[in-house]
Nanobody, 128 residues
């Protein structure tokens, strides 16, 4: 069993930065791949970024590539999403998710059904 808790969301002006954190309980968190997703009002939940269990490989959606960076610290049971050059269209609730059998391909990481555990989400609002 893994419990995930997101933090770090808030209100920021366009062009600004935020760092989201995903803290996990459970000794086996280092075995889980992790993804960040977001959901804006009226939209489906969308993949943002993913990272393998070891942290050696990362994946990004085209909409955030070059602006967002995902990382993890398994010693601290945490995954981070550094968001720079934020745009109003980045406004959404951001969720982290963990899965044991995600695999090694981008299309696996963007598939929300591959994940076993989800956090409750944190709101990010970017003003223009």
């Amino acid at each position: 069993q893994v419990q995930l808790v997101e933090s770090g969301g808030g209100l920021v002006q366009a062009g600004g930065s935020l760092r989201l954190s995903c803290g996990a309980s459970g000794r086996t968190f280092s075995s889980y791949a992790v993804g960040w997703f977001r959901q804006a009002p009226g939209n489906a939940r969308a993949f943002v970024a993913g990272i393998t269990s070891s942290g050696t490989t990362t994946y990004y959606s085209d909409s955030v590539k070059g602006r967002f960076t995902i990382s993890r610290d398994n010693a601290k049971n945490s995954v981070y999403l550094q968001m720079n050059s934020l745009k109003p269209e980045d406004t959404a609730v951001y969720y982290c998710a963990a899965g044991l059998a995600i695999g090694s391909y981008y299309y696996s990481y963007e598939n929300s059904y591959k994940y076993d555990y989800w956090g409750q989400g944190t709101q990010v609002t970017v003003s223009s």
